[in-house]
Every structure is written in C-alpha cells, then in structure tokens.
C-alpha cells in the first residue's frame, strides 16, 4: 500500500507546480498526475460542469490505484471537493484549506489578498477557508484570468506581463495587504513579476508548498509513507496530445518529464 502512487490531478498544466512541491518535500514518494488538457480551463466553467469533470478526473486516478488523491486545481477545490471525496476511496485533499491556514499564519495585519480564476474568485472559498481559522482577518480578492495564459506562454519577465500585473494588483495594493494567497497554480511561475509590482513587505503564499506540507502530515498520521529510498516514478497523463504539455509542462516542474502518455476515456 505505502508504495503505491499519490494521485494529482489539474484541469491542464498549472498542478504541475503542486508537483514540483511535493517531489521537493516528499522526494520519494511515486505520483501520478493527470492534466484534463482537452477541456482546460476550468476556470471561467459553470460550477456543475466542473463537478462532472472532477468526477471523472477522480475516476480516472481511483483506477490508477492512487493511496491519495491530491486537487491541484483551485476551481475544482472550490466548488467540487465533495465530489472528489464522494468518488475517492482514499484520502483526499484539495490547495485551498492549506493555502488559507498558511496564510493565517502568515499575516501579521489581518488583511489577506486572494488573486485567482473567476471561478475560483466568485466562489469566495478562499474567504470562507480563512475566516473559519480568524474571523478578524479582512480578505480582498481580484481575478486574474490573464496571468494563465502568461504564465503557459512563458512571458515571465515579459513587459505585458507587468502591465497586466500592474492593473489586477493595483486594487490590492490600495487594500494595503500584507499577505497574497496565489490562488491558482499557474501563479507561481510569475512570482517574481508579482512580487515586485506589491511592496516587498507582502508575504506570497503558494497554495502548492502548504499542500505539499499538509500532504506530508496525512501519509505520517495515516502510516502511508512510501518506505523506499529509490529514485520514485512519476507518471504523466493527459487527455488530449501530450506534446504540447510536455513542452511546457517542464518548465512548470522544474525537471524533465520522461514520457506523458494519453489517458483514455476523455
């Protein structure tokens, strides 16, 4: 059982970050990930359409025989994590209550800001996530649908990418946060860009290195630890060709990729 794959799935190739984070914290435990890319993205979908794909995302990792099941989609934590668990038959853990807890931690004014998709904006998860933890803190959110395709373009340093950092995060900035949930996986590749458009002062919070922390507490409380100090597999499906998420997906994971094969089913 303890050697069996931790499963992850992403509506595309942003999880792979949630990836490259547990592969850091956790460099021995095999992962299979899978990116919906024939329907990405989620974001700007209607929430019952998202349920029906996380389902079946869920689906397809239960018959991978995953120990764990991990949501690196922020749209799919938010609206759909009851799905999830309902399809599951292992644990199951979503980005958002790890991204809020750390934030909580994190901020020493009480005001947190949340950047995300629509969806995930709209659904005010992160809000409720950090409130149940502080009712004091006061949460300011703002979409930003432009950083994805940004960040799968590779425009990092790119001046449109400051231009457009500069207007979704000018609201932000007036708030005077002193926190910044980075509410979608792709945002960590631009986390340079945001960081220097917010005052330095502003603590970021990547929701993919406290679920790599959360996911390391479950598998030590639980006993589901992989004991094999062996170089681990990681696994990639996609559900339309993989060349192109191959070609970028690497620079999400932060190491080369091997092979991705094409699921069936999608």
């Not at 021995?28 to 389902?55: C, H, L, M, W």
């Not at 639980?222 to 094999?228: D, T, V």
């Amino acid at each position: 059982m303890n050697s069996k794959p931790i499963g992850v799935f992403d509506s595309g190739i942003g999880g792979l970050t949630v990836v490259h984070a547990l592969t850091k914290r956790l460099p021995y435990e095999n992962i299979i990930y899978f990116g919906d890319t024939a329907r990405v993205p989620y974001g700007p979908k209607s929430p019952q359409t998202v349920r029906d794909y996380a389902a079946q995302d869920t689906e397809f990792l239960v018959s991978q025989h995953v120990k764990m099941i991990v949501i690196a989609c922020n749209t799919v934590s938010a609206v759909a994590l009851d799905v999830v668990m309902k399809h599951a038959k292992a644990p199951v853990i979503g980005v958002i209550i790890p991204g809020a807890g750390a934030a909580v931690a994190a901020s020493r004014k009480k005001r947190i800001g949340v950047i995300g998709t629509i969806a995930t904006v709209n659904s005010k998860a992160y809000t409720h996530a950090v409130r149940q933890l502080d009712k004091e803190v006061e949460v300011f959110s703002q979409p930003c649908p432009l950083f994805v395709p940004l960040a799968e373009e590779g425009w990092i340093h790119h001046k449109a990418t400051e231009l457009i950092a500069k207007e979704y995060l000018f609201p932000l900035k007036l708030e005077k946060i002193d926190t910044l949930i980075l509410g979608c996986t792709h945002y960590p590749i631009l986390r340079e860009t945001i960081q220097s458009t917010l005052d330095p002062q502003v603590t970021l919070i990547d929701s993919g290195e406290a679920t790599a922390a959360e996911v390391e507490r479950i598998l030590d409380e639980k006993q589901l630890r992989n004991p094999s100090k062996l170089k681990p597999h990681l696994q990639f499906y996609v559900s339309d060709l993989p060349a192109k998420f191959t070609e970028i997906g690497e620079r999400f994971l932060g190491q080369r990729m091997g092979r991705v094969l094409r699921a069936e089913g999608f």
